[in-house]
Antibody, heavy 118, light 110 residues
């Protein structure tokens, strides 16, 4: 059974940093692209970062480019999202996701809440 | 960026057909594949994949769900609608980066 378990969320002040982690199990982690998708309270879904199998390629939308960094450790089957210079509009539930060959999402974690507020 | 447009809500009666549309600002087809996918999300839960590449039913999804369309116009059909299908439905494109979602269509009971 595929499991994606996020951690590291919480309350953080604007301008500060936070790092999310995702522990993956039930599949060969190194064979899959991975992603982070977020959902602001009562809002829709936003795809915020993608990483290739080796970690050599990453993709971000303009809303987080230069502030967020996705990374992975294939030896630990773990995915990360380093979030810097956080803004109130980054407040959301962040989902870790396993991505298919044609970039649809096979599996989602339960999500972790990040609140950016003073 | 490719913009995906969905109607915010759709009211439907149980055992009737629901058709949810998604229109894209650019063609999301390439080499005969539609890079359009559909998800269902219930309150307090993570989304779940329903349809991938335009019309392929994801594993474990009932056959009352189907996807169709090409180019810039896509449809998710639920026929017949059951009570368990009351949820929000999102389309997503993977033709280009950044990957983008539609705003979601909330399926409500009439």
């Amino acid at each position: 059974e595929v499991q994606l378990v996020e951690s590291g969320g919480g309350l953080v002040q604007p301008g500060r940093s936070l790092k999310l982690s995702c522990a993956a199990s039930g599949f060969t982690f190194s064979n899959y692209y991975m992603a982070w998708v977020r959902q602001a309270p009562k809002k829709g879904l936003e795809w915020v970062a993608t990483i290739s199998t080796s970690g050599s390629r990453t993709y971000y939308p303009d809303s987080v480019k230069g502030r967020f960094t996705i990374s992975r450790d294939n030896a630990k089957s773990s995915l990360y999202l380093q979030m810097n210079s956080l803004k109130s509009e980054d407040t959301a539930t962040y989902y870790c996701a396993r991505v298919s060959y044609s970039s649809y999402i096979y599996d989602w974690g339960q999500g972790v809440m990040v609140t950016v507020s003073s | 960026d490719i913009v995906l447009t969905q109607s915010p809500a759709l009211a439907v009666s149980l055992e009737q057909r629901a058709t949810i549309s998604c229109k894209t600002s650019q063609n999301v087809d390439n080499y005969g594949i539609s890079y359009m996918h559909w998800y269902q999300q219930k309150p307090g839960q993570q989304p779940k994949l329903l349809i991938y590449e335009g019309s392929n039913l994801a594993s474990g999804i009932p056959a009352r769900f189907s996807g169709s369309g090409s180019g810039t116009d896509f449809t998710l059909t639920i026929d017949p609608v059951e009570a368990d299908d009351i949820a929000t439905y999102y389309c997503q494109q993977s033709k280009d980066y950044p990957r983008t979602f539609g705003g979601g269509t909330k399926l409500e009971l009439k």
